[in-house]
């Protein structure tokens, strides 16, 4: 588990992250994370219901959307506070 966060930390969210405002920079490639590995888990892991065997361009068009809100889209106004 410790490999596949490295990894995942190394190479999709750095990638992913590098493109957001800094403020909002790790909070947002964290929600993206979520789903990422929220489908993975789902889908390949548990074999979770009809996920598991969507065709990839189906899971790619449920996921992008949400996806593209957590890149473009304004974020609440109480999830941008910093965490005391």
């Known amino acids: 588990m410790h490999r596949l966060r490295q990894l995942f930390s190394e190479l999709v969210l750095a990638v992913v ?5 800094d403020a909002e920079r790790t909070l947002r490639a964290s929600l993206i994370a979520t789903q990422i590995v929220g489908m993975v888990m789902n889908r390949y892991i548990w074999q ?37």
């Open 17 to 21: 992250s590098h493109s957001l405002p």
């Open 48 to 84: 979770v219901g009809d996920i598991a065997t969507l065709p990839a361009d189906t899971v790619t068009d449920l996921l992008a959307p949400t996806i593209q809100h957590y890149l473009a889209d304004p974020l609440p106004t109480k999830a941008q506070r910093p965490l005391a």
